[in-house]
């Protein structure tokens, strides 16, 4: 029984970009019911409301590294509490009518390495040892 439940696991994931390639026009976020600016804002005095949102937005940015494995938003680089508050406050300002959602993409968008790391140089390892002339065979006499 498990081992088929692995199988049906594998099966559905090998379909994954063969969806994700289908859908390039539209991307489907999994967020609060009520993700607007507006919420966002009424949030603010609200501790615990805003570390959930603060929670989400890390998970939206472990998705995104999860998808863009070339293009990290490295640990530490999001801000975190009073400071990523601030950023959504201006961008929820500078956009009322928005989803806080758009305050996430923009900071990855913001912090992501902005072009692909270039491959390492491929170091030509050789652990075999060298070869030695063979010392001549003793004489047998």
């Given at each position: 029984?498990?081992?088929?439940?692995?199988?049906?696991?594998?099966?559905?994931?090998?379909?994954?970009?063969?969806?994700?390639?289908a859908q390039s026009q539209q991307i489907n976020i999994l967020v609060f019911p009520d993700s607007s600016c507006a919420a966002w804002s009424k949030s603010?005095?609200?501790k615990l409301i805003r570390a959930h949102f603060e929670s989400?937005?890390?998970?939206?940015?472990?998705?995104?590294?999860?998808?863009?494995?070339?293009r990290q938003v490295q640990t530490g680089k999001i801000p975190g509490g009073e400071q990523?508050?601030?950023?959504?406050?201006?961008?929820?300002?500078e956009?009322?009518?928005?989803?806080?959602?758009?305050?996430?993409?923009?900071?990855?968008?913001?912090?992501r390495e902005s072009t692909p790391p270039k491959p390492a140089a491929a170091a030509v390892k050789n652990d075999a040892p060298r070869a030695t002339p063979a010392a001549p065979a003793p004489a047998v006499k």
């Open positions: 029984m498990q081992m088929r439940m692995i199988r049906i696991v594998l099966a559905a994931l090998a379909l994954v970009p063969v969806i994700a390639s603010a005095n609200n989400w937005i890390r998970g939206f940015v472990s998705g995104h590294n999860y998808a863009n494995p070339a990523l508050y601030e950023y959504l406050d201006r961008y929820c300002v956009n009322p009518n928005s989803s806080f959602v758009g305050g996430a993409i923009r900071l990855v968008e913001q912090f």
